[in-house]
């Protein structure tokens, strides 16, 4: 497993942007597919992004598609999540997980490394 440590989090105004970064221990970051997942008070984890070893493929549900960006860093063990035109629906604490797996996926499950999550609130 990998350590993870989300940062970047805050208070934000609708249709502002922020974004989180989240960095890894140990050199073998490039061997993970990296994701984010957010969970609002009352409501389950739900996926957000993913990206693959490479940084080549990324995937998104279709509530952030189009305004929030994954990418990553592999020299610097990073993740980050660059979100735009946010909503007050996209309050929620940011977590940041890792899969030692190919496959870039969107169920909790596939992720085994979980970091502490940074709160995000979109204050309208």
């Known amino acids: 497993q990998v350590q993870l440590v989300e940062s970047g989090g805050g208070l934000v105004q609708a249709g502002g942007s922020l974004r989180l970064s989240c960095t890894a221990s140990?050199?073998?970051?490039?061997?993970?597919?990296m994701a984010w997942f957010r969970q609002a008070p009352g409501k389950e984890r739900e996926f957000v992004a993913a990206?693959?070893?490479?940084?080549?493929?990324?995937k998104y549900p279709s509530s952030v598609q189009g305004r929030f960006t994954i990418s990553r860093d592999n020299a610097k063990n990073t993740v980050y999540l660059q979100m735009g035109s946010v909503k007050p629906e996209d309050t929620a604490i940011y977590y940041c997980?890792?899969?030692?797996?190919?496959?870039?996926?969107?169920?909790?499950?596939?992720?085994?490394?979980w970091g502490q999550g940074t709160q995000v609130t979109v204050s309208s």
């Open positions: 997980a890792a899969a030692r797996t190919q496959a870039v996926g969107s169920e909790f499950a596939n992720y085994d490394s």
């Open positions: 140990g050199r073998t970051f490039e061997s993970y597919v």
């Open positions: 990206i693959s070893r490479s940084g080549g493929m990324k």
